[in-house]
């Protein structure tokens, strides 16, 4: 990046993190200028970006000051309680009758669960797979059918050891998407019957797969910022004797919680003294808007029962479905039924990643994706600031690309995404997102969409219809 980017990254980094305050004024361009050792035309340049983007702004005589986010003034939206009862659930109809809904290109996507496909090195990868096709020999397209390219391995597994965590090619399985890595895993542990831990609120697909084989859910409520209860969940470990747990702990969906490093390790202790085969689902740890990149709770694991599943589809090439599974003690279980289900993923697509990865382009690309993201949050929190009433509270992730808000006296979430679908407005509303559909009035928004007028003027409507709400639809 050029110096006026880099000082404009690290004032906008600032104000993320809240080191720098909605109201508070910037050094002068003459003290920026010193202290960054710049001339004067590259601080202006670093705030003009800055304010063009709408995290700034000049007061006449006065100076600069942050315009956003918003910081202590934004409330932490209430988790709701359960008593940990297991559920039989009935989700699939609800979350198909709202992602049906949710896809049409012409809507404002603040219900997607994808951030914008502009934000990715698509052109560059394709030129990655034209070679890797044509440099490939005939024996590739049989001989790594099941587990996965060993190049691919061997390159997932050195991101591992950067984390301090010595992971072998052998331990890991590349699936269709984090999505199939997820769903071998219950099933790999699991029976019909059996009943599986999950956080409330929880990832939307994780209620369809328990749905799908027969099993129960069990919510542990876990906290907007630090993540699930330890407590509740040893509780609901000893009480129902569950056989898995399904978590996220980096940037969950949907709330963007990311789970202290103590924490994590705390988790893996115990789920390592009760032996229960935890699924971390980790898709988002790449989007980090902090100094280091979050650790997956695997670090710590020692004995294998944590399977780390992660892909490269939200990081950096969606639709390529390209996902793993560090599998941990259960690696030739899932193997197995890989080869049973699916038998393969894609051999152009691991050639075409293997190859991008092993020439060093995914850190350069991930270093300007985190940037345009913690913008586009900033922009965001600070346009519902503007446009949504005074009582909203919603979180303030340090990374990934969802907001999770809680409506103003408990209007229903699934009515808004009503009246919004109508006029081409798209969310999420809470009901996705809890197997007894207790967040009915909260909807999670995508931020992950550059900030576009229509956009703003979409966020101002949402505005509108919550401080006007309907009656409900009979």
């Known amino acids: 990046?050029?110096?006026?980017?880099?000082?404009?990254?690290?004032?906008?980094?600032?104000?993320q993190q809240g080191l720098l305050k909605r109201g508070d004024k910037l050094p002068s361009i003459r003290q920026t200028q010193t202290s960054k050792q710049v001339n004067a035309s590259t601080v202006f340049q670093a705030y003009y970006l800055l304010e063009a983007r709408g995290l700034i702004v000049t007061r006449p005589r006065s100076g600069y000051y942050v315009?956003?986010?918003?910081?202590?003034?934004?409330?932490?939206?209430?988790?709701?309680?359960?008593?940990?009862?297991?559920?039989?659930?009935?989700?699939?109809?609800?979350?198909?009758?709202?992602?049906?809904?949710?896809?049409d290109p012409q809507q404002i996507p603040?219900?997607?669960?994808?951030?914008?496909?502009?934000?990715?090195?698509?052109?560059?990868?394709?030129?990655?797979?034209a070679s890797a096709v044509r440099r490939m020999q005939p024996q590739e397209t049989v001989s790594d059918i099941g587990q996965g390219d060993i190049e691919l391995r061997r390159q997932i597994a050195l991101r591992y050891q950067l984390d301090g965590k010595h992971t072998e090619p052998s331990d890991i399985v590349i699936t269709n998407g984090a999505l199939e890595a997820l769903n071998l895993c219950l099933a790999a542990v699991t029976q019909p019957g059996d009943s599986v831990i999950i956080e409330s609120p929880s990832f939307y697909a994780a209620l369809q797969a328990i749905e799908r084989m027969g099993l129960r859910a069990i919510e542990v409520p876990s906290h907007p910022e630090h993540g699930i209860d330890l407590a509740a969940l040893e509780r609901a470990i000893i009480q129902h004797r569950p056989k898995a747990c399904w978590l996220m702990t980096n940037f969950q969906n949907p709330t963007g919680s990311l789970m202290p490093s103590d924490k994590k390790q705390a988790l893996?202790?115990?789920?390592?003294?009760?032996?229960?085969?935890?699924?971390?689902?980790?898709?988002?740890?790449?989007?980090?808007?902090?100094?280091?990149?979050?650790?997956p709770a695997n670090t710590w694991d020692s004995d294998g029962w944590v399977m780390h599943c992660s892909s490269f589809s939200k990081a950096l090439a969606p639709g390529y479905r390209v996902g793993w599974v560090s599998a941990g003690r259960f690696?030739?279980?899932?193997?197995?039924?890989?080869?049973?289900?699916?038998l393969a993923t894609s051999i152009p697509a691991q050639l075409a990643l293997a190859s991008y990865l092993a020439k060093g382009g995914y850190d350069k690309h991930?270093?300007?994706?985190?940037?345009?993201?913690?913008?586009?949050?900033?922009?965001?929190?600070?346009?519902?600031?503007?446009?949504?009433?005074?009582?909203?509270?919603?979180?303030?992730?340090?990374?990934?690309?969802?907001?999770?808000?809680?409506?103003?006296?408990?209007?229903?979430?699934?009515?808004?995404?009503?009246?919004?679908?109508?006029?081409?407005?798209?969310l999420a509303p809470g009901h996705m997102f809890s197997s007894q559909q207790q967040y009915a009035s909260y909807i999670r928004?995508?931020?992950?969409?550059?900030?576009?007028?229509?956009?703003?003027?979409?966020?101002?409507?949402?505005g509108q219809l919550m401080k006007s709400p309907s009656k409900p639809r009979i």
């Open 1 to 15: 990046m050029k110096k006026y980017e880099i000082i404009a990254e690290d004032i906008a980094s600032a104000i």
């Open 67 to 103: 315009a956003g986010p918003l910081g202590s003034e934004r409330l932490l939206p209430h988790t709701a309680s359960d008593d940990g009862t297991p559920t039989t659930l009935q989700v699939s109809d609800l979350v198909f009758n709202l992602l049906e809904r949710i896809k």
């Open 110 to 129: 603040f219900g997607s669960a994808f951030p914008s496909p502009l934000l990715f090195p698509l052109a560059k990868l394709a030129d990655h797979m």
């Open 268 to 295: 893996v202790a115990l789920i390592t003294r009760y032996q229960l085969p935890m699924i971390e689902d980790d898709v988002y740890r790449e989007l980090y808007f902090g100094k280091e990149r979050p650790l």
């Open 331 to 342: 690696a030739e279980k899932i193997t197995r039924l890989k080869i049973s289900t699916t």
């Open 366 to 426: 991930l270093r300007q994706l985190r940037h345009q993201l913690m913008l586009q949050q900033l922009q965001f929190s600070q346009a519902i600031h503007q446009h949504l009433p005074p009582q909203i509270r919603f979180t303030l992730p340090q990374g990934g690309y969802f907001l999770w808000l809680q409506l103003p006296g408990q209007q229903d979430g699934l009515q808004l995404f009503q009246q919004a679908n109508a006029e081409n407005i798209s």
């Open 445 to 462: 928004l995508n931020y992950g969409h550059a900030m576009h007028h229509v956009h703003l003027q979409a966020i101002a409507r949402l």
